[in-house]
Nanobody
Framework: QVQLVESGGGLVKTGGSLTLACVTSGRLFNVYVVGWFRQAPGKEREQVAIRRRDESTDYADSVKGRFTISRDAAKNTVYLQMNSLKPEDTAVYYC????????????WGQGTKVTVSS
């Protein structure tokens, strides 16, 4: 099992910045990808950014150049630095981990809410 705990959400004005943190614990040796997803009210969940074990990353087109995913190995924490925030970034942000054996995001955090005011 893998446990994920997000933090760092809050209310910010358009153009502002926030950094989300995802503390991971448990059977981390099985984790291949850690990603950030978000779900806005009335919308489907979407992938925002992922970081693979080989340190490669992918970003949704809507956040490229504004968001950065990174990892602090010593703290077992994955961060999502969000700059130049827009009202359309408002959502609940979730951290998720993909298991090598299943190829699925089997582990999810509880989510942290980000609200960007115009």
């Amino acid at each position: 099992q893998v446990q994920l705990v997000e933090s760092g959400g809050g209310l910010v004005k358009t153009g502002g910045s926030l950094t989300l943190a995802c503390v991971t614990s448990g059977r981390l040796f099985n984790v291949y990808v850690v990603g950030w997803f978000r779900q806005a009210p009335g919308k489907e969940r979407e992938q925002v950014a992922i970081r693979r074990r080989d340190e490669s990353t992918d970003y949704a087109d809507s956040v490229k150049g504004r968001f950065t995913i990174s990892r602090d190995a010593a703290k077992n924490t994955v961060y999502l630095q969000m700059n130049s925030l827009k009202p359309e970034d408002t959502a609940v942000y979730y951290c998720a981990a993909m298991d090598y054996s299943t190829g699925r995001y089997d582990y999810w955090g509880q989510g942290t809410k980000v609200t960007v005011s115009s």
